[in-house]
C-alpha cells in the first residue's frame, strides 16, 4: 500500500519522533508506514488522517502495480 505520510509530515515541519508522539505510537512505527513495510491498521489509519485533517483515502493508496492479478 502507497502513502503520503512522509510528504504531509515534512510538510508541517514534523520529525518522525514528533508524529509518533501525536499517534502514540514508535517512531519506528512511523518510519515504516513511510517506507512502505508496515499497513497500519484501519484505527492508526483514521488517527493519522483525523492529524492530517484529511480523509484515509488521500493518505493511503494502493498503487495497480502492488495489486495481485492485475497487468
Known sequence: ???KVRELRTRE???QAD????LRV???TVNSI???RYTPSLSLAISVARF???SVE???FF?????KGQS
Open 19 to 22: 508524529l509518533a508522539a501525536h
Open 52 to 54: 492530517f485533517d484529511t
Open 13 to 15: 515541519e514534523l520529525s
Open 26 to 28: 514508535s517512531r519506528q
Open 58 to 60: 488521500e493518505i493511503f
Open 1 to 3: 500500500m502507497r502513502n
Open 63 to 67: 498503487d495497480g502495480s502492488t495489486v
Open 34 to 36: 513511510e517506507t512502505e
